[in-house]
């Protein structure tokens, strides 16, 4: 089991930066493929972004790619993201997910993932 929890959320003009945190109570943290996803109001949850057990690999959605930075402290049981040049459509509640590496899968799918947190509210005001 592990257990998720996001911190880092508010509200913020457009343009702006936040640092999004998620923290896992886990010690084999660093075998987790780590995500973030997020949910606008009225959307189905999307995905931002993953990184891989070592940091070696990270992936992102189009609409953030450029803007938002995933990364992760293993020592600190923590990820990250990094999040500037913010949009108002990067409103949303985001996520923190965990799950063993899938091989030959895509991180950015979001049945694989077994473990979320509850979720961190972002607004961006235009």
């Known amino acids: 089991q592990v257990q998720l929890v996001e911190s880092g959320g508010g509200l913020m003009q457009a343009g702006g930066s936040l640092r999004l945190s998620c923290a896992a109570s886990?010690?084999?943290?660093?075998?987790?493929?780590m995500a973030w996803f997020r949910q606008a109001p009225g959307k189905e949850r999307e995905f931002v972004a993953a990184i891989s057990r070592n940091s070696g690999s990270t992936y992102y959605a189009d609409s953030v790619k450029g803007r938002f930075t995933i990364s992760r402290d293993n020592a600190k049981n923590t990820i990250y993201l990094q999040m500037n040049s913010l949009k108002p459509e990067d409103t949303a509640v985001y996520y923190c997910?965990?799950?063993?590496?899938?091989?030959?899968?895509?991180?950015?799918?979001?049945?694989?993932?077994?473990?979320w947190g509850q979720g961190t509210q972002v607004t961006v005001s235009s």
């Open positions: 886990r010690r084999t943290f660093s075998s987790y493929t």
């Open positions: 997910a965990a799950d063993l590496p899938l091989p030959g899968r895509a991180p950015s799918i979001l049945t694989d993932y077994d473990y």
